[in-house]
């Protein structure tokens, strides 16, 4: 399978610890989307990439929270001292540039703050 | 700001019958609006999308409607089927391809 793949799939953490999020998007799309969705809720927009360039973050990445792409090819979204209130599947999606690419998401990995 | 929304929250239909989404959004610059399915646990997985220089899209049993005047589209899907029942987000993205989600559709297709 050549599509978005995200590491891990699933974390559970103590409140306080850090976390780190892989993602490796499909090969030769060269912007990359980092997304929250919480239970019940549509996919929030936290942050994107074009190349290794951070073009926009949401007022939701709070200064706990941290992506990098330092290659332009996979990226990683660190959170610091979790808390509680950042549970959730924690998306990333990928697509080429262009007005008519497709924006493919990943699997997701669900963070559990304990 | 930008927001996305989308009624019903939930929708219960017959098997074969018809099951339609409807959505809102504000911002002037949306240019695509993509459909997600998503299955419990899984990623959202695009069934349709259409741009701003189109109407409507057809794919099978499954269509999309924009107008762009009023800023709303709409998914529509026939002769429903028991694996159709899934949670449906739409979304208005921009040239950048960031996406506004709406609040997602709980659709449950009974035999």
């Known amino acids: 399978d050549t599509g978005v793949s995200q590491d891990p799939r699933h974390k559970i953490t103590k409140r306080g610890q850090n976390v780190t999020f892989r993602c490796d998007p499909i090969?030769?799309?060269?912007?990359l989307y980092w997304y929250r969705q919480t239970l019940g809720q549509g996919p929030e927009f936290l942050t994107y990439?074009?190349?290794?360039?951070?073009?926009?973050k949401s007022r939701l990445l709070s200064d706990r929270f941290s992506a990098e792409r330092p290659k332009g090819s996979f990226s990683t979204l660190e959170i610091q001292r979790t808390e509680q209130g950042d549970s959730a599947m924690y998306l990333c999606?990928?697509?080429?540039?262009?007005?008519?690419?497709?924006?493919?998401f990943g699997e997701g990995s669900w963070l559990t703050v304990v | 700001g930008e927001n996305v929304e989308q009624h019903p929250s939930t929708l219960s239909v017959q098997e074969g019958d018809s099951a339609v989404i409807k959505c809102t959004y504000s911002?002037?610059?949306?240019?695509?609006f993509p459909w997600y399915k998503q299955e419990l646990g899984k990623r959202p997985q695009l069934i349709i999308d259409?741009?701003?220089?189109?109407g409507e899209k057809k794919d099978q049993r499954i269509a999309v409607t924009l107008n762009k005047t009023a800023k709303h589209f709409s998914l529509h899907i026939t002769e429903t089927q028991p694996e159709d029942s899934a949670v449906y987000f739409c979304?208005?993205?921009?040239?950048?391809?960031?996406?506004?989600f709406g609040a997602g559709t709980q659709v449950v297709v009974t035999p």
């Open positions: 999606a990928s697509s080429r540039t262009g007005a008519k690419d497709t924006i493919y």
């Open positions: 090969s030769e799309h060269n912007r």
């Open positions: 990439f074009q190349n290794e360039a951070q073009l926009e």
């Open positions: 911002d002037s610059a949306s240019n695509y």
């Open positions: 259409i741009r701003s220089n189109v």
């Open positions: 979304a208005a993205g921009d040239s950048w391809g960031k996406l506004q």
